[in-house]
Nanobody, 124 residues
Framework: QVQLVESGGGLVQAGGSLRLSCAASGRTFSSYAMGWFRQAPGKEREFVAA????????AYADSVKGRFTISRDNAKNTVTLQMNSLKPEDTAVYYCASTPFLQISDLVRSYDYWGQGTQVTVSS
């Protein structure tokens, strides 16, 4: 059974930073791509960022490109999302997700395990 546990969410003012972490267990972590998604109230879950199994390739949604950075530590089974220059429109529940594939995907349906989510609130 794969388990993903997010941490690091909270309340921050616009322009501030937060760092989200996801601890994974139950799957050979280093063999699969990982992603971050977010869901705001009344909206569909949307792609934020993803990282290839080896960490040498990443992808970002246009809305966060240049502000967010995804990284992973395969020795510690963790994936991290560093969020800088936060905007009120970044407010959402952020989810860590695991895919059974090596390569990056920005599709919700490509991911088979999800964390419980962590709330990020950016005040104006």
């Amino acid at each position: 059974q794969v388990q993903l546990v997010e941490s690091g969410g909270g309340l921050v003012q616009a322009g501030g930073s937060l760092r989200l972490s996801c601890a994974a267990s139950g799957r050979t972590f280093s063999s699969y791509a990982m992603g971050w998604f977010r869901q705001a109230p009344g909206k569909e879950r949307e792609f934020v960022a993803a990282i290839r199994w080896s960490g040498d390739s990443t992808a970002y949604a246009d809305s966060v490109k240049g502000r967010f950075t995804i990284s992973r530590d395969n020795a510690k089974n963790t994936v991290t999302l560093q969020m800088n220059s936060l905007k009120p429109e970044d407010t959402a529940v952020y989810y860590c997700a695991s895919t059974p594939f090596l390569q990056i995907s920005d599709l919700v349906r490509s991911y088979d395990y999800w964390g419980q989510g962590t709330q990020v609130t950016v005040s104006s």
